[in-house]
């Protein structure tokens, strides 16, 4: 594996940092065009705007929607960016993330589906039809150093796994966030004038609210982990925390509704404390919160008869439940 050397937030200078890139950026790319895929992340919304400065219209940027995005993503991600002055086009591509992700049960393999749906087909088409030569977009440290050590396959590491781009999907992959963690991250994007809602905004996983179902992901467990997403990040903003989220579990327990047996889902609250996603311990929320979080989840989520509240550290747990 290549070495990567890091820089520490501490040694962050994000002027000297967005110079640098976006002349690197402009020179791997020179005359030819690029592709980057916005998900509204924090990750992806820094490469945007590095990627646009460098490029300007040659970098086109695409918004994909895969069907396991969070509630009213597209909408929220393409609106802020016209203010911004960048273009985002919407790809539907609902139906190849579920028919890709049917009958996979096994975490790895589910984010394998993902990995290879995005990059061989979703990406691949774009990047035939826009005959660009590049794609840019946000892999940052700790996803690599995740990956690597095994511990999960994130969705957007390639070179440090073996795997050259060029071979595997016909096109070059820029990383230019490679260097720097989540707080280095945040820094460039408010350098860069992203606003605060945007450069604050909790992290969330490549592979979507598919890391969030235990079990098969469909259309249907999509849905339900969706809206209790809404819930969760609404009830927990003012906490402050790293990252919150809300899992849907797959197996069902007993529960009652209108004096019957009710054997119902369950969904698990998790709330991060971290720096920089490798170590994290669950946030000490007050019971009252938890119990207005479950009594909405109960109320609003169809079927949930169950809602718990995870306790564990990472490690050994991990912040996603794929
Ligand atoms: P884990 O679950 O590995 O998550 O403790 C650590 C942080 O990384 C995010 N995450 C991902 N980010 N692609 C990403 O870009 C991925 O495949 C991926 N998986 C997890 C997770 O949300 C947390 O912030």
């Not at 597209?74 to 273009?87: C, E, I, N, T, W």
């Not at 469909?218 to 982990?225: D, H, L, S």
Request: aromatic residues 6%; proline residues 3%.
């Amino acid at each position: 594996m290549a070495h990567v050397k890091e820089i520490t937030v501490k040694e962050l200078n994000t002027e000297v940092f967005i110079r640098e890139k976006a002349k690197e950026i402009s020179e791997l790319v020179g005359g030819d065009a690029a592709i980057n895929a916005l998900s509204g992340g924090v990750d992806s919304s820094t490469v945007t705007m590095l990627g646009h400065k460098a490029l300007g219209d040659r970098l086109k940027t695409y918004f994909i929607d895969n069907g396991i995005m969070r509630e009213g993503e597209s909408r929220k991600v393409v609106a802020l960016f016209k203010k911004l002055g960048v273009h985002v086009e919407i790809i539907d591509t609902q139906k190849k993330f579920f028919n890709a992700l049917k009958g996979i049960t096994d975490p790895e393999e589910k984010r394998e589906a993902v990995t290879q749906t995005f990059y061989k087909d979703v990406f691949g088409k774009l990047v035939r039809d826009s005959k660009a030569k590049y794609l840019l977009q946000g892999t940052i440290l700790t996803d690599v150093d995740e990956t690597v050590a095994g511990i999960k396959r994130q969705h957007n590491v390639f070179e440090q796994l073996g795997i050259d781009p060029q071979k595997a999907f016909g096109y070059k992959i820029i990383e230019p966030l490679l260097q720097l963690r989540k707080d280095g991250v945040r820094k460039v994007a408010e350098a860069l004038g992203l606003p605060e809602s945007l450069y604050n905004r909790i992290p969330f996983p490549g592979p979507a609210l598919a890391a969030r179902v235990i079990g098969e992901v469909t259309r249907k467990k999509i849905g339900i982990v969706r809206t209790a997403t809404s819930i969760v990040e609404e009830g927990l903003a003012s906490t402050g925390a790293f990252q919150y989220m809300a899992i849907l579990h797959e197996d069902r327990v007993t529960g009652m509704r209108d004096g019957k047996r009710d054997f119902g889902l369950q969904i698990e609250i998790r709330c991060w404390d971290s720096i920089d996603a490798r170590k994290a311990t669950p946030t000490k929320i007050s019971h009252d919160t938890l119990c207005k979080l479950a009594d909405r989840i109960v109320k609003e989520v169809p079927g949930v008869v169950s809602v718990t509240y995870n306790i564990a550290s990472k490690p050994p747990s991990t912040m996603e439940v794929v």
